[in-house]
């Protein structure tokens, strides 16, 4: 038997490898690693790149889309204040039906906006290019509204919120209606959907 133990302990592997086949076996896990570990370095730092530029892109793209829709509707309540010009609300009211006729037409050739608005002065609109004959309606108590009536100049933009009327959720671009002596005379909206 003991020829046997001899033969087993000459045939098994030595206890410790040789340090070049060490260093082989740390070197075959290691270069791997690195070059992997190298290669997602690179690969995030180009995907965040390209992921800057595109946020980049398409936030100057939103932008001016957004101004152009600023643009468009500050348009549209040009031409309803030249429309209205020189008319009391008492006129204004009593031309309710042909102004409803002639607001739906311009609300309809635009998508982004929901609806214009004519409002008094107290807050109640009278005139509505989405309903004819005008519910009654007040925005008094919006704050795009109570803004203007203060004495905010140029366009207003109210928050988005849900209309009273169709449930929608838009929000308002407003521009106030000055009388002689620069007083409040009401206002001119346009009801715009959010994105």
Known sequence: MKGAADLARRV???GRLPLSLRLLLVASIVVPLGFLGGVSWYDRTRLYGEAYADIT???AIAKEHALKVAETNALVLDRMEDRIRGLG???IEARGAELHRWMQDLDEGLAQITALHL???DGRVTTLSIAWP???LSIA???YFRRLRDGEPGLVFGEPARARLTGIVSFAVARRRA???DQFDGAVIG????G
């Open 191 to 194: 009801s715009i959907l959010p």
């Open 141 to 143: 108590d919006r704050s």
């Open 179 to 181: 009388s002689t002596g």
């Open 57 to 59: 892109r398409l936030s």
């Open 89 to 91: 609300w008492d006129e």
């Open 12 to 14: 098994s592997l030595p």
């Open 119 to 121: 409002t008094r002065p």
């Open 134 to 136: 005008t519910p009654p």
